[in-house]
């Protein structure tokens, strides 16, 4: 499934139950929030997103702990997931989704290209996953936002309805 389809399929869910999302992007830098905002209806749903290129703006803006960045990096499960809930939070949002990793075309901190990791939250609940994507830097970002879509459907349909 395309990530439109899977946009639509999404804003379709959670305006359905009411929920609303913000996003928390770097290595994706809108694209996440973009092809939620193409699906017609997403004002329902879509709150805000930051894009976070910057390890000072995922501390500063989003919350992440410097401590946290310093010690593991930026492309890492619990940074990923402490910008999906810093998204939330800035934005009053019941979900928060994010996107952070190495597109390329060189490693950076010492991760290879294509080390990707994708995070989803709500009120209590987590989910992030590591992925390892191969490709040029656009493939990667593409990919990204497509697993970061699937991991937000998975973590929606887990929640209680």
């Known amino acids: 499934m395309g990530a439109e389809v899977s946009a639509r399929t999404l804003v379709n869910t959670l305006t359905s139950r009411g929920l609303t999302l913000a996003t928390a992007e ?3 830098a809108g694209l996440v929030a973009a092809t939620i905002a193409d699906v017609p209806g997403a004002s329902a749903t ?7 290129y910057h390890s000072r703006v995922k501390h500063a803006v989003l ?3 410097a401590e946290l960045l310093a010690e593991r ?3 890492d499960e619990d940074v990923a ?26 490693p ?3 991760k290879p290209v294509g080390t990707v990791v994708v ?3 709500a009120d209590g609940a987590g989910q992030a996953r590591s992925l390892r994507l191969s490709g040029a830097r656009a493939e990667i970002r593409a990919a990204t936002v497509s ?3 699937a991991l937000l459907s998975e973590l929606v349909d887990a929640l209680p309805r």
Do not use: K, N
Not at 46 to 52: D, E, N, P, S, V
């Open 147 to 149: 697993a970061s879509l």
């Open 108 to 110: 950076h901190e010492g």
């Open 26 to 28: 770097s290595l994706t």
């Open 119 to 121: 995070a989803a939250t």
């Open 73 to 75: 990096g930026a492309v």
């Open 46 to 52: 879509l709150q805000g997103g930051t894009i976070a």
């Open 81 to 106: 997931l402490a910008m999906a809930d810093g998204a939330r939070r800035l934005y009053g949002a019941d979900l928060g989704v994010a996107t952070t990793g190495v597109a390329g075309p060189e």
């Open 63 to 65: 919350g992440v702990e």
